[in-house]
């Protein structure tokens, strides 16, 4: 281990961060400054970052993205919210629970805890309140319920995770997903339930069968894409690349030919938006690649590991001062670049200590979901606050108690393992 050179490395990294250069330059210009000093060869660069890209499973990113896309301008979105309405909006609080429903179906799709906010936040927050519901409450919810999204199938997150771990089963982790991020929904339509009975907020219309079995057969078609690809992936009958490219087909012909809401021309501001993500995501992971090999070349995650070792043998202790440290780095990094960056670092710790890599998976997601709801580099918070109109302070002020039913989550898949594990097993 070269301590200077760890020194340069980590001291580079993080002045550009504070400086506001973007965390995919930081990371090559930090990599390309400890080379130098270590006197390596700069061809590493290249070689490093074509190889953290050079994947067939990567491949099922872009089809992902593009799918995600297409459903979330092309009124899909809408009829998941009838069908959730349907469902629960005759409770107290009942599009509150409207809200969670249709994250859950729509996150599933999407996989997209941006896209879920900016899709159904810009229908649901306004239809709130004009309900009754506050405004901040409103776009609270939304902005957690959208976290659901990165945990249950199909979820591109969990391919970047699956890769920085070494190409662990998609299959295994799209099933380890779905059990966290049910339960998370559920988790917040209680915490909805009880705050709508506190704050006396209405009830909708009473329970009709008859609008259920309309809203069912409007949104068959778009909940299919979900089932496309977890039925396809769990059951072994396609990769998750071809599942994806299929679903992408799927809700390309949906969207344009079946509900025609909006027109094909439309489609080249789909793709346009498609390419700004991808690249974003891309662009990051090559990055990573660079920078993760400097990182296994000092050492550093033998060195932290040993840190963390070195405090304490205690199992509790350890997952604890991980998710700690995930939370703190999601309020200052984005989320690829935090699976990227700490996956090889922490994995053989909780791999030591008798963890899962599929179980630390659904940790890691979670953790990095919370973070996109925090300061200062928080991004589903910022598309609420653009969304809704309403100051980031007083959004954080509202989020206080929805952070407290994450964390709650966070610590039952942390430490009760059979919540990921039970699905993943079941299938194995």
């Avoid at 400097?294 to 998710?323: D, E, H």
């Amino acid at each position: 281990m070269n301590t200077t050179a760890v020194a340069i490395l980590l001291i580079s990294f993080f002045g550009m961060i504070l400086l506001g250069v973007h965390i995919a330059y930081a990371m090559l210009l930090a990599s390309m400054v400890t080379l130098l000093y270590l006197q390596l060869p700069l061809t590493v660069i290249v070689n490093t970052m074509e190889n953290g890209i050079n994947g067939f499973t990567f491949l099922a990113i872009p089809f992902f993205i593009l799918g995600g896309e297409i459903m979330a301008h092309g009124g899909i979105s809408d009829r998941l919210i009838e069908l959730a309405g349907a469902l629960v909006s005759w409770m107290r609080g009942g599009l509150a629970m409207v809200n969670v429903i249709a994250s859950m179906i729509f996150g599933g799709i999407s996989g997209s805890a941006t896209a879920d906010t900016a899709s159904l936040g810009s229908i649901l927050i306004p239809m709130m309140e004009k309900d009754g519901y506050d405004g901040e409450f409103s776009t609270a919810l939304t902005m957690a319920a959208s976290v659901q999204g990165l945990l249950i199938p199909p979820s591109h997150n969990m391919i970047i995770y699956a890769m920085a771990a070494g190409g662990l089963s998609i299959r295994a982790l799209f099933t380890g997903g779905i059990a966290p991020g049910i339960l998370l929904g559920i988790s917040l339509m209680i915490f909805s339930a009880v705050l709508a009975k506190k704050r006396n907020y209405p009830k909708g219309a009473p329970f009709n069968a008859k609008k259920l079995a309309i809203a069912v057969k409007d949104s068959i078609l778009g909940v299919l894409t979900v089932l496309i690809v977890v039925v396809g992936v769990i059951a072994g009958i396609f990769t998750a690349t071809e599942s994806a490219a299929i679903a992408a087909i799927y809700a390309f012909i949906i969207t344009f030919f079946v509900y025609k809401e909006i027109p094909l021309k439309k489609f080249s501001e789909i793709l346009s938006n498609c390419m700004k993500t991808l690249s974003t995501v891309l662009l990051l992971i090559a990055a990573s690649g660079t920078f993760g090999f400097v990182i296994a070349y000092l050492r550093i995650p033998a060195m932290i590991s040993g840190w963390i070792l070195g405090i304490t043998t205690s199992k509790f202790v350890i997952l604890l001062l991980i998710n700690l440290i995930l939370l703190f780095l999601g309020c200052i990094m984005g989320m690829a670049s935090i699976i990227v960056i700490m996956t090889p670092i922490l994995l053989p710790i909780v791999k030591q200590i008798g963890m899962d890599p599929v179980q630390f998976g659904s940790i890691l997601i979670l953790n990095c979901g919370i973070g996109l709801l925090t300061p200062p580099v928080g991004g589903v918070l910022f598309v609420g606050s653009g969304i809704s109109g309403i100051k980031i302070e007083r959004l954080v002020k509202e989020l206080l108690p929805f952070y407290a039913v994450m964390i709650g989550v966070l610590m039952l898949i942390t430490y009760c393992p059979p919540i990921v594990m039970f699905l993943p097993n079941l299938i194995k």
